[in-house]
C-alpha cells in the first residue's frame, strides 16, 4: 500500500474498510500538511481525529508534576482513544480473540483480558508520530464480547517510571499516584464491529 | 574511570543474558505460585493434568478456591499461560472470571514469574518446596 503526498489520497482501497469512515481513499482527513497516516492504521501529528502533541504533552506534564488523576477514561469519540485504535497490537489481539472464539456465535463468545499489547523498539518505530501511542508505550487489552457480536475493547497503561524507561528501571521504585512522577492509569476504549470482522481494526484510520 | 564502565557494562550484560529467560518449556511452568500482593493472600497452583485451583484469601479473612483449566500457548512470541475464568485478585488486572486470561511468562535466576501487570510489578513468583523465593 503506498499513499501519495502530491495528491492527499491513498492510492488503493482503504483496507479497514467502510467502518474507518466512507471516503476510502481518504488521508489523514485531507490534511496532510499537519497530519500523516504511513501505514494506513493511524493517523498522528498535529490534527486530523489523533490527539495532538500538545494534548500529549499536557498528559506528560500532569504526571511528571504528580497532579495526573490516578486513572483517565477515554472514551470512542476523544482523539485519545482514536489513536490507539491503530496501535500495535491491538490487530494481534482481535485475532487472538476470534481464534479463541471460532465457532461460537454472538453471545456465546467469551472475553479475552490481559493480552499484553507489547511496544518495545520496534513498537516505537511503529507508533512515529502518532502522539498518544509514543505516550502510552507498552499496555494491556481486555477484549469483552456484546451480544450483537461486537467487541468492546478496553487498552490500560499505567504511566510509571518504570514504563517510562521501557522497564529498564526497576518497577519496584515506581511511586504511587500523587507524586510526581507516580503512577496514573489510563483506559482507553472502544467498539468494533461483528467480531472483529476478521481481524481488522475498525475507525484506525484518519479520513 | 574507563575501567569501571566497562565492568558495569559487562555486569549489565550479564545480567541480560543469563538473568531473564524467554525460552520457557511447558512443563517449566507447571508448579505453585504466590501473588506478591500485601493485602491479600493468592495461590496458583498450576496441575500437569491441565488444570489449575486458585485459593485467595481477602483481608477480611474470607477464602475462596476455584478451579477450571488452563493452557501454555506462545502469545506474540511469548511464552503465556492462558487460564480459563480465572478471577485475579492483583489491582491491576481486570479478570471478569469468566473467558480467557492471559498471564505473559518469564523466568528470573530458574524461578519463572506469571506477569499480571508489569507496569505495577503484579506478578505471581512461583513458590518452592522451601517457601517463596522472590
Keep these: 500500500m503506498r499513499s501519495s503526498h502530491i495528491a492527499p489520497r491513498w492510492l488503493s482501497r482503504d483496507p479497514l474498510g467502510e467502518y474507518a469512515g466512507v471516503n476510502l481513499y481518504g488521508y489523514c482527513g485531507d490534511d496532510p500538511g499537519n497530519t500523516f497516516d504511513p501505514f494506513g492504521m493511524a493517523c498522528g501529528g498535529s490534527g486530523g481525529g489523533g490527539a495532538s502533541w500538545g494534548d500529549i504533552a499536557g498528559m506528560f506534564a500532569q504526571w511528571y508534576s504528580g497532579t495526573a488523576p490516578y486513572s483517565q477514561t477515554f472514551g470512542p469519540?476523544?482523539?485519545?482513544?482514536?489513536?490507539?485504535?491503530?496501535?500495535?497490537?491491538?490487530?494481534?489481539?482481535?485475532?487472538?480473540?476470534?481464534?479463541?472464539?471460532?465457532?461460537?456465535?454472538?453471545?456465546?463468545q467469551l472475553s479475552v483480558t490481559n493480552?499484553?499489547?507489547?511496544?518495545?523498539?520496534?513498537?516505537?518505530?511503529?507508533?512515529?508520530?502518532?502522539?498518544?501511542?509514543?505516550?502510552?508505550?507498552?499496555?494491556r487489552l481486555d477484549l469483552y464480547p456484546n451480544k450483537d457480536g461486537s467487541i468492546t475493547i478496553y487498552a490500560t497503561n499505567t504511566t510509571s517510571l518504570s514504563s517510562w524507561l521501557y522497564h529498564l528501571y526497576p518497577s519496584a521504585l515506581n511511586l504511587p499516584n500523587g507524586f510526581p512522577e507516580g503512577n496514573a492509569t489510563q483506559v482507553y476504549y472502544w467498539t468494533v464491529p461483528n467480531g472483529g470482522s476478521g481481524g481488522g481494526i475498525p475507525g484506525g484510520s484518519c479520513h | 574511570?574507563?575501567?569501571?564502565?566497562?565492568?558495569?557494562?559487562?555486569?549489565?550484560?550479564?545480567?541480560l543474558l543469563f538473568g531473564c529467560a524467554r525460552n520457557i518449556a511447558q512443563d517449566r511452568v507447571i508448579g505453585s505460585y504466590v501473588?506478591?500482593?500485601?493485602?491479600?493472600?493468592?495461590?496458583?497452583?498450576?496441575?500437569?493434568?491441565?488444570?489449575y485451583q486458585h485459593v485467595s484469601k481477602g483481608i477480611d479473612g474470607h477464602e475462596s478456591t476455584a478451579s477450571d483449566v488452563w493452557r501454555f500457548e506462545t502469545v506474540d512470541g511469548e511464552p503465556?499461560?492462558?487460564?480459563?475464568?480465572?478471577k485475579c485478585t492483583a489491582n491491576?488486572?481486570?479478570?471478569?472470571?469468566?473467558?480467557?486470561?492471559?498471564?505473559?511468562v518469564t523466568s528470573s535466576w530458574g524461578r519463572c514469574r506469571l506477569w499480571t501487570d508489569a507496569d505495577k510489578q503484579e506478578v505471581y513468583f512461583e513458590q518452592t518446596e522451601e517457601g517463596l523465593k522472590p
Excluded: C, W
Excluded at chain 1, 485519545?80 to 456465535?105: C, E, I, S, W
Excluded at chain 2, 569501571?4 to 557494562?9: H, I, P, Q, Y
Excluded at chain 2, 501473588?35 to 495461590?43: G, R
Design chain 2, 1 to 15: 574511570m574507563h575501567m569501571k564502565a566497562l565492568l558495569l557494562s559487562s555486569f549489565l550484560l550479564f545480567l
Design chain 2, 92 to 104: 491491576g488486572a481486570n479478570s471478569p472470571g469468566q473467558g480467557f486470561f492471559l498471564m505473559r
Design chain 2, 35 to 51: 501473588l506478591k500482593e500485601s493485602n491479600a493472600a493468592d495461590e496458583l497452583r498450576l496441575a500437569p493434568n491441565g488444570t
Design chain 1, 77 to 108: 469519540e476523544t482523539p485519545q482513544t482514536h489513536d490507539m485504535m491503530g496501535a500495535p497490537g491491538v490487530q494481534n489481539a482481535l485475532a487472538y480473540f476470534n481464534a479463541k472464539n471460532r465457532g461460537r456465535g454472538p453471545g456465546q
Design chain 2, 80 to 86: 503465556t499461560v492462558v487460564l480459563k475464568n480465572f
Design chain 1, 115 to 139: 493480552y499484553r499489547a507489547g511496544f518495545g523498539i520496534l513498537g516505537a518505530i511503529a507508533a512515529g508520530n502518532n502522539p498518544t501511542q509514543q505516550f502510552v508505550g507498552d499496555y
